[in-house]
């Protein structure tokens, strides 16, 4: 897909994501591009993307976000559910702001309760398996807007 679709499914401007790219928050997902040349944005990398921009929205500043999904192996993004815990600033593990960097890859949704049970009282849940489903759509919208192409 191309970075306005990519902008559409995140929610943010193609701006920001650029901004993102350039300050090397997007590493291997999103390289600053030429201006006026066209991005091809994998499936995988969109699907990072789009869980990086969640954690954003959640609160967690960019860098950490960024390290975040850097570190999730593909099992992360391929489907399933994410926990991420927030917890107050001074608790152990916790940055400056008051998020903390743990993501708990789930395949079940029944085990949420289970795996929470020794966090701090707010998490963030990630349906990974909408973020995918939502990514697969956005895809064939934006190939069947340019004829079916690659």
């Known amino acids: 897909m191309d970075a306005r679709t990519l902008a559409r499914l995140t929610r943010v401007n193609v701006g920001l994501l650029n901004v993102w790219a350039h300050r090397g928050l997007l590493r291997g997902l999103l390289e600053p591009g030429i201006r006026g040349r066209p991005r091809n944005i994998g499936l995988s990398a969109a699907?990072?993307?789009?869980?990086?921009?969640?954690?954003?929205?959640?609160g967690f500043p960019p860098d950490d976000a960024s390290r975040m999904v850097e570190a999730?192996?593909?099992?992360?993004?391929?489907?399933?559910f994410l926990v991420v815990p927030k917890a107050a600033p001074g608790e152990p593990g916790v940055g400056r702001k008051g998020v903390a960097g743990t993501a708990i890859?789930?395949?079940?949704?029944?085990?949420?309760?289970?795996?929470?049970?020794?966090?701090?009282?707010?998490?963030?849940?990630?349906?990974?398996?909408?973020?995918?489903?939502?990514?697969?759509?956005?895809?064939?919208e934006w190939q069947q807007s340019r004829g079916g192409n690659d």
């Open 72 to 80: 999730m192996t593909n099992v992360f993004v391929d489907g399933g």
């Open 105 to 140: 890859h789930l395949d079940d949704p029944a085990k949420i309760a289970t795996a929470t049970a020794g966090l701090p009282p707010i998490y963030l849940v990630i349906n990974v398996n909408d973020l995918v489903e939502r990514v697969r759509q956005a895809e064939a």
């Open 47 to 58: 699907t990072r993307i789009l869980i990086f921009t969640e954690l954003v929205e959640f």
